[in-house]
């Protein structure tokens, strides 16, 4: 069976090229330019230096090395830009999980830095497909930014699930840069699917950690490493948690599993920053870790976030201590903490 994945070079795409191979497929995988990194965090004290060491040609090396890539792994080169890039990387496809999106938050220009490449690469993808019907259905990974960001209020006792969808108006207003570009590429996404009848499930992780496969740094790993690399204070922040791998792996059953539809939130766990660094001190005794949060205001809440549609594509979730300990060796590993 052949398959495409877009933005394989990614971070989640990575383990998705992986776990797709490990299962027999042969993958058409897109990169934009292998020597390009997307991601900058100036934030981090020592990142753009790692960084740049890291932002060289070897950028797909960790694909072409996978298990079965000699045989089953073809690359090949389009930008979400491009009209038309992608038509004949989804060609004799049976699906179509498309990843791609920038996803960092440090803007100057939000329309094209974030929404354009993320509504209309989206579309630009979508119009590929339509004109092939070998192609079954077409996975796109949207974000728990495209569910949560309604104006609700967000507490203990409140359940998001999948029939929740992010304002744009509420993300323009707040300047949520990168939560409107996923709430309109998915919205943008639902309604040209349904013109064209193409069948769509979405996959709505929050942030993602767990282990890296690809050299360069991303953006929700970096969220862990923020706090590990000397940083005073964490952020007064929640968000919900789930590890790479289940990430990966709710991409395939999602396609796999002919009655699965709509959208999926995946989450492990929701938590505050207080708790990332709690975990991490049980963890690693001897990190310096920072004690206290960003501002006096009271911790932001936690909340839930429904496991019952993703329960049904087989998910059982790692949990959130692992996933930060696979995240903390990972970037270990891959020379991102050097103590
Ligand atoms: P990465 O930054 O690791 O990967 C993003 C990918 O998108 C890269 O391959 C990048 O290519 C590609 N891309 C960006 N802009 C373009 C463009 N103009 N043309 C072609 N390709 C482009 O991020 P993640 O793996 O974390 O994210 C992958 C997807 O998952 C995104 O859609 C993101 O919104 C979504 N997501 C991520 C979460 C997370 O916590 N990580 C949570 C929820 C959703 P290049 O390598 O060339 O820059």
Redesign the pocket.
């Known amino acids: 069976k052949v398959v495409c994945v877009?933005?394989?070079?990614?971070?989640?795409?990575?383990w998705l090229v992986k776990l797709l191979l490990q299962r027999g497929y042969t993958v058409k995988a897109?990169?934009?330019?292998?020597k390009?990194?997307?991601?900058q965090l100036p934030q981090i004290q020592g990142a753009n230096k790692v960084l740049k060491k890291r932002d060289d040609p070897k950028?797909t090396e960790h694909l072409r090395t996978l298990d079965g890539a000699q045989e089953r792994l073809h690359l090949f080169k389009?930008?979400?830009?491009?009209e038309g890039?992608f038509d004949s990387g989804v060609e004799g496809c049976e699906c179509v999980f498309?990843?791609?999106?920038?996803?960092?938050h440090d803007v100057k220009d939000p329309q094209a830095e974030l929404l354009d490449?993320?509504v209309k690469?989206t579309l630009n993808v979508l119009n590929s497909c339509a004109k092939h019907p070998s192609i079954k259905r077409v996975v796109l990974?949207?974000?728990?930014?495209a569910v949560a960001y309604n104006g609700k209020p967000r507490t203990p006792d409140v359940v998001v699930d999948e029939t929740w969808f992010s304002d744009p108006d509420i993300c323009k207003e707040s300047k949520l840069w990168?939560v409107l570009?996923?709430t309109l590429?998915e919205e943008a996404a639902w309604k040209f699917a349904k013109e064209k009848n193409i069948d769509m499930v979405t996959?709505?992780?929050?942030?993602?950690?767990g282990p890296l496969l690809?050299p360069?740094l991303?953006?929700?790993?970096a969220?862990v490493l923020s706090v590990i690399k000397g940083a005073q204070t964490f952020p007064n922040a929640t968000f919900g948690w789930?590890n790479?791998k289940d990430?990966a792996n709710a991409h395939i059953q999602a396609f796999e599993i002919p009655t699965a539809n709509g959208r999926y939130c995946l989450v492990e766990r929701v938590a505050h920053y207080s708790e990332i660094v709690k975990i991490l001190h049980e963890l690693y005794p001897d990190f310096k870790l920072p004690e206290k949060s960003a501002d006096d205001k009271p911790y932001v809440p936690a909340y839930q976030v429904s496991k019952e549609k993703a329960k049904s594509l087989g998910i059982d979730f790692i949990p959130l201590d692992v996933s930060i300990k696979e995240t903390v060796e990972s970037l270990k590993e891959k020379g991102f903490i050097s103590f």
């Open positions: 877009t933005g394989a070079s990614g971070y989640i795409a990575s897109s990169v934009r330019d292998p390009k990194s997307s991601v950028k389009a930008d979400l830009l491009e890039s498309h990843t791609a999106s920038p996803f960092y490449p993320a690469g990974t949207s974000s728990i930014a990168y570009s996923k590429a996959i709505n992780p929050a942030m993602v950690i690809q360069t991303n953006t929700s790993a969220a789930v790479v990430v």
